[in-house]
């Protein structure tokens, strides 16, 4: 069965401290791994999308990367700015469909 | 000014009621979703279509209805069926193109029931 698990589900940072979210997945065949942030009450925002094992993509203070079985989202001085939700989700082999993990929830304190 | 928009906002149902969710997309996105979330949980699929006339059930279904008589609409109906309708709905559009999955969200709908 396909599953996306995300860890920890909530983590506390205080600004500047780096850290890094853990997201497994048993996926059949996959064709791509997505990093959403949320913010409360609105809907994901896109982040990011890796296609393969070793793929690293940066944005601002953030940094996916993927291996074969776990991708990380690592949040390099992080701002109080960046508190939210952070979704990952799987895609398996021609389904067009997204399995979503439970999502971990950053809180950064000034 | 591309995007996707769900209205309402907010939306207040009495038991034994349907409501209707609207999602509209201008991004001439070929694929179309609706997903449910609730607190601590993760996103789940209600149905997705592909094309336009064609959709199919996602993971929980039972007590939803769709249509896509056009490409730009992809509304939701919850039924009287739906036992626990309250929640945060999202629509969601891909371009399925080239093999790209990549999904964009609208700014939800939240549905309760009183």
């Known amino acids: 069965e396909d599953q996306v698990t995300q860890s920890p589900e909530a983590l506390r940072l205080q600004e500047g401290e780096s850290s890094s979210l853990n997201c497994s997945y048993t996926?059949?065949?996959?064709?791509?791994l997505f990093w959403y942030r949320q913010d409360p009450g609105k809907g994901p925002e896109f982040l990011f999308t890796?296609?393969?094992a070793g793929e690293e993509k940066e944005k601002e203070r953030l940094k996916a990367t993927l291996t074969k079985k776990e991708s990380f989202l690592h949040i390099t001085a992080p701002k109080p700015e960046d508190s939210a939700t952070y979704l990952c989700a799987a895609s398996p082999s021609n389904t067009g469909k997204l399995i979503f993990g439970q999502g971990t929830t950053l809180q950064v304190k000034p | 000014d591309g995007g996707i928009t769900q209205s309402p906002k907010y939306l207040f149902r009495k038991e034994g009621q349907n409501v209707t969710l609207s999602c509209e997309q201008n991004l001439n996105h070929d694929a179309m979703y609706w997903y449910r979330q609730d607190p601590g949980q993760g996103l789940r699929l209600i149905y997705y279509?592909?094309?336009?006339?064609?959709?199919q059930k996602g993971d929980i279904a039972e007590g939803y209805s769709v249509s896509r008589e056009k490409k730009e609409s992809f509304p939701l109906t919850v039924t009287s069926a739906q036992k626990n309708p309250t929640a945060f709905y999202l629509c969601?559009?891909?371009?399925?193109?080239?093999?790209?999955?990549?999904?964009?969200f609208g700014p939800g709908t939240r549905l309760t029931v009183l």
């Open positions: 279509s592909q094309i336009v006339n064609d959709f």
């Open positions: 996926v059949s065949g996959l064709r791509g």
């Open positions: 969601a559009s891909s371009p399925r193109d080239r093999g790209v999955d990549t999904q964009y």
């Open positions: 890796l296609y393969s």
